[in-house]
């Protein structure tokens, strides 16, 4: 009778020991779901700035990029703004 009790205790924990494994497996796959979609995140702005890095470390970018944002003009030259109608 002792070894039948001693036997459903046993098999009684490794259920409960199979349930909470699966549990946190289910846990740590959503993690990961979560990590690796920040990291294809994270790559995708990483190939961006890459390549602004790329297109603005050329002087003759940068200078386009100045006279854009900026209204830059060389010692010179005219601007000349339009306005749309």
Do not use: H
């Amino acid at each position: 009778m002792i070894i039948v009790i001693l036997l459903c205790a046993a098999i009684g924990f490794f259920w409960i020991e199979i349930f909470l494994t699966l549990r946190e497996s289910k846990v740590l796959a959503a993690k990961s779901n979560d990590l690796s979609a920040k990291l294809e995140s994270l790559a995708i702005d990483k190939a961006k700035i890459t390549k602004d890095i790329n297109y603005y470390s050329n002087p003759i970018n940068l200078e386009k990029l100045l006279r854009e944002k900026f209204n830059y003009k060389q010692s010179g030259e005219k601007m000349i703004i339009v306005i749309p109608q």
